[in-house]
């Protein structure tokens, strides 16, 4: 019998993670600290209006994890672990052009992708793989070494797989079980203290720092752990005024007056931290490493792919602008190209909702046979927004980015190795769901719900 759902065991692995990285990054608990004073902030100020993204238990429990891996083979073994807790593989992200960094990986996010599962605990993880046969970044003799490196470590115990695949299978795992799996999964991500050997890390971050985090050493570990905050201007400069050294922007869209839409992210700069190092004469030395560092976002509605060629023709239109423009020119910026109000981002077909019927119908005679948009109008169905649940590439690479100290290299004159969707879905021997036809099929499902209900549809 399982006794601990995968929702649960979900909901637990984020707190256990969170106590962990807590442990590890101290700095991360001032961010969470930070964040929450935000929220109850924005909730006393807003009240019901605060949850209309999401309730405030959802958004005070919610997180992001940031993890790499280096092969295939983990990668695999990676949507395994997920999988127990709910968590399935959405949306591909290519780094590798999405950076002028050198950033060698193409990634995906594990999170649920049922909206009930997502109101209940939306975990994520966004989840990289070096892309070692990339010639651009690592030479043919290189990229040898560098996958028999990889081929060698054991990044999850055969222990642990079991009882992933056994909680997958069975919808949870019996309490016993369920202790142990969540102690071996979170000690998968626990930074190790083994000594890293110092010449073929520097070989590595010689090409990409991110390279070496993945590849120069024998673990693999949470980068970074990321709350959700409601009102993130207000979390930044609360972070500032305790003396936390923020990367210069926020990512994404300005604030402005109208609809919050997909993401805006900032950080704190990577810390350093005590690491040892196994010299080339044999000896351990202490020395540090920056590569961890604390993220914060704030959601908004998820777009449609009409809602995104918008956005990003914003972004565009805000980096042809430079750094020159002041906050409010960025808003003038990026009020040409979205609309003000959700009446607008829902009537032009842009922002993702659903439909529900009005419980105060315009009449007691049967609805018009019109469309969706007219019913809305009418008063017979009002709209909820959906928050989006996913990641952009830009974000995510100036995420990478923003805490490199150094460029890498990439010899741009050699194509690239041809690591697409299909071929990480064969890596991940599941199916990779696209983010936008999860969020089309929820609106559809609801009008289809609603329309059902007004008698304008059978069941
Ligand atoms: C992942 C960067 C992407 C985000 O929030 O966009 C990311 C990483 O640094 O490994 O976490
Ligand atoms: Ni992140």
Redesign the pocket.
Known sequence: MASVSTTELRARFARTLSRLYGREVPAYTTLVEVAHQVNADVAARLGAGAERLGSLDRVTAER?????VGTPTEMAQVARVFGALGMQPCGF?D?RDASTSSVP?V?TAFRPTDPDELALNPFRV???LLATSDRRFFSAELSGRLESFLAARELFSPRLLELADRAGAGGGLAEADATEFLERAAGSFALSTEPIDRAWYEELAQISA?AADIGGVRSTHI??L?PRVLDIDALYAAMSARGIAMIDAIQGPPRWSGPDVL?R?TSFRALAEPRRFAEADGTISEGTLRVRFG?V?ARGIALTPAGRARYDAGMAALDEAGAAYDSEAAAEIWGRHLPRTETELFDQGLGVYTVHTVADRPSVGPAPQVSVTELVRQGWLRTEPVVYED??PR??????QS?LTETGTKDASLSGADLDEDWLAGVLGRELHDPYDLYAAQHEASVRRALVDLGLAHP
């Open positions: 992001h994890g940031a993890i790499r992200y780094l990986v990634s966004f989840t990289s991110v980068n970074h990321t993401l992210q993220e976002e990641f952009l974000s995510a690479a100036g995420i990478f805490n």
